[in-house]
């Protein structure tokens, strides 16, 4: 079973391009991935985005945190197939459906595996537009490298930690295979 796990980063911010409803304009800085065959990392630029999604649409599930709402949004006006129809897990949108909140990534790896992530969106954007692109990319990286963590933990031991609202740390039954990948589309519509 070939999983590619997923991350990318944008151009723009929500506020840029007029609300978060516009997802689509935010342009892709860099994307990441990681097939779970392999023990390198690619790196996709702007003008690498063919390649990427011929490389989503060869593995056997693409794997990310909020992929679905996000990543896919930003990649879909690239692509001349459409994203919806990929064999994924949306961890984040997984995890909502059991929790009934949206957990962040950087909660659940820190209440599951004990680890943080280096930043946060605004964060990269900056470093971006300063030309501290190796900045982006290792931070890219790194939450593609925590999602896996993720969702290995969770595929073995059949549960993941993340803190709730009021600080408090939940177990979250998860069913998530290592063996076999979901079926498209996973978790309700794309937009």
Wanted: hydrophobic share 35%.
């Amino acid at each position: 079973m070939n999983f590619i796990y997923f991350d990318l980063e944008t151009e723009r911010s929500a506020q840029e391009v007029g609300g978060w409803h516009n997802i689509e304009q935010l342009g892709i800085a860099v994307g990441v991935t990681i097939s779970s065959e392999e023990s390198d990392y690619r790196v996709w630029r702007a003008a690498d985005v063919v390649g990427l999604g011929e490389a989503l649409r060869a593995c056997n599930c693409v794997v990310g945190f909020n992929t679905r709402g996000f990543d896919f949004r930003v990649l879909q006006p690239y692509l001349d197939f459409d994203l919806k129809t990929l064999p994924n897990l949306d961890l984040m949108l997984d995890l909502k459906s059991v929790a009934g909140f949206r957990p962040s990534l950087d909660s659940c790896c820190g209440a599951t595996l004990g680890e943080s992530k280096s930043g946060g969106g605004l964060e990269s954007l900056q470093w971006w537009r300063e030309g501290r692109h190796d900045e982006v990319i290792e931070y890219c990286k790194q939450d593609v490298a925590l999602t896996r963590k993720l969702h290995e933990f969770g595929a073995n031991n059949g549960w993941v930690k993340c803190l709730d609202r009021t600080g408090k740390t939940r177990t979250l039954a998860v069913n998530w295979s290592l063996t076999q990948g979901e079926s498209a589309p996973q978790q309700g519509s794309l937009f």
